[in-house]
C-alpha cells in the first residue's frame, strides 16, 4: 500500500514537472502568434500579454501648478509634497496616481487605475511577408515612387527543394550503410564504423573552407546539387549512428529465416529491414528535416544569399530591414516558417516515441 502510494505522488510529481516545461515552451509560441497579428505601433510599443484584460493608469483629471513653483523644491499637490523624481516616475495614490503631463507647463495628470482590453489585430503582417512589403521612395525631382519588396513565397519554395532531398538522401545511405554495419561481416568494419561516428565530433564550421575550395573547382557551389551533397555529408555520422542502434537489435532469426529462402541482401533490406526501421526512419528524418529547414550557415556558405536563391532562415534575417525598422514582421515570418516543420512532426509523431525508443532495449 505504502509503494503504491510512492509510485502514485511520484508520477504527480512528473506530471507536474512535465506541465511545467511545456507551459514553458508553449507561452513563447503563444507570444509569437499573437504578435503576428499585432498592428506594427503596438508590438513596438507593449506587450503581447496587453491584448488579455489588465489593468492600466487611465489619464484622468489635469492639476496645474503655479508657474512659480520651483521644482527643486518639495512640490505640493492636494496637501501632499513630492519630489519632482517621485512625480517623473509617477506616484501611486490609492487608486489614484499623480504623474507629470508636462513638466514645463507645470501640469500634472491624475490617473485612475482601470480595466482595459487592446483586441486590435491584423492581417497586414502577413500580408508584406507573404506578398512584400510596399516601399515609397522619393525620387530626385520630388516626386514619389512605389517599390514592392519580395515576400516568404520563393524562399520557401527554395527551402522546401533543398531540405526533401537533403532529408532523403542521408536517410537512406544512412540505412544501407547501418545495415552493413549490423549484419554483414567485412575487413575493416568496426574501424571504419569508428570513423564515422568521431565524425560527430568534428565542428561543421571547420570542414566548411575545405570543402568550399573543391566545390568552387568543381562547380557545385551556388547549385541544388551542392547543398544536397553538403548537408547529406554533414548528417550522415548522426543518422548512421542512429539507424545502427536499431538494426542491430532487429532479431537475427528473421535474416536467418530469408537467407534460407533464398533472399539477397538487397531483398531482406528492402522487405525487411525498411518496414521495420519506419518508426526509426521516421524519427531521424524529423530530426534531420528540421536541421536542414532551419539552417542559415551552410545554405550561406554553399548557395549563397542571392534573393532568386535564398532559402527561409537568410530572408527572415533579411525582413528586419539594414536599420532594424521591420523587425515586427519577424513575428509572422518566424510564425511561417514553423508550419512546415510542425506539419511533418505531427505527421509523424505516432513513430517518433517509438523510434526513439527503438534499439534501447535489448531483445
Not at 118 to 135: A, Q, R, W
Not at 137 to 161: I, P, R, Y
Not at 218 to 223: A, C, D
Not at 346 to 358: E, H, N, R, S
Request: glycine residues 8%; contains cysteine; charged residues 15%.
Amino acid at each position: 500500500m505504502v509503494g503504491r502510494k510512492k509510485r502514485k505522488g511520484s508520477k504527480t510529481l512528473v506530471n507536474v514537472v512535465l506541465g511545467i516545461i511545456c507551459f514553458i515552451w508553449l507561452l513563447p509560441t503563444l507570444g509569437l502568434f499573437i504578435s503576428s497579428f499585432r498592428p506594427a505601433a503596438d508590438i513596438l510599443q507593449t506587450g503581447w500579454w496587453k491584448v488579455f484584460p489588465h489593468q492600466e493608469w487611465k489619464t484622468g483629471e489635469t492639476l496645474q501648478l503655479s508657474k512659480d513653483v520651483d521644482l527643486r523644491e518639495p512640490i505640493e499637490v492636494n496637501g501632499k509634497t513630492y519630489t519632482d523624481d517621485q512625480l517623473r516616475a509617477g506616484v501611486a495614490e490609492g487608486e489614484n496616481r499623480l504623474i507629470w503631463e508636462n513638466r514645463r507647463a507645470r501640469t500634472i495628470n491624475l490617473q485612475e487605475r482601470g480595466w482595459e482590453v487592446k483586441p486590435d489585430f491584423t492581417l497586414d503582417n502577413y500580408k508584406n511577408v507573404l506578398s512584400g512589403k510596399e516601399y515609397k521612395l522619393k525620387l530626385g525631382d520630388g516626386s514619389e515612387t512605389v517599390q514592392k519588396g519580395t515576400g516568404l513565397s520563393q524562399a520557401f519554395w527554395n527551402t522546401l527543394t533543398i531540405a526533401v532531398p537533403a532529408t532523403i538522401i542521408p536517410v537512406l545511405i544512412a540505412s544501407f550503410a547501418a545495415y552493413a554495419f549490423a549484419w554483414l561481416r567485412f575487413p575493416g568494419r568496426k574501424t571504419l564504423f569508428a570513423i564515422i561516428i568521431s565524425m560527430l565530433v568534428i565542428p561543421i564550421q571547420v570542414a566548411l573552407i575545405p570543402i568550399l575550395k573543391d566545390y568552387t573547382a568543381l562547380g557545385l557551389n551556388g547549385s541544388y546539387l551542392g547543398i544536397w551533397l553538403a548537408h547529406t555529408a554533414f548528417g550522415l555520422p548522426l543518422v548512421t549512428y542512429f539507424m545502427y542502434n536499431f538494426i542491430s537489435q532487429l532479431p537475427k532469426d528473421l535474416f536467418e529465416s530469408a537467407f534460407i529462402d533464398g533472399a539477397s541482401h538487397f531483398t531482406i533490406f528492402s522487405r525487411l529491414i525498411l518496414p521495420l526501421s519506419v518508426p526509426a526512419l521516421a524519427s531521424i528524418a524529423i530530426f534531420q528535416f528540421l536541421w536542414v529547414w532551419n539552417d542559415y550557415l551552410v545554405s550561406l556558405i554553399f548557395i549563397g544569399n542571392q534573393p532568386n536563391v535564398q532559402v527561409m532562415s537568410m530572408k527572415i534575417a533579411d525582413l528586419v530591414g539594414s536599420r532594424g525598422n521591420d523587425w515586427h514582421l519577424l513575428t509572422s515570418a518566424a510564425f511561417i516558417s514553423m508550419l512546415m516543420p510542425l506539419t511533418i512532426f505531427f505527421l509523424l509523431q505516432k513513430y517518433f516515441v517509438k523510434g526513439l525508443m527503438g534499439g534501447s532495449v535489448k531483445g
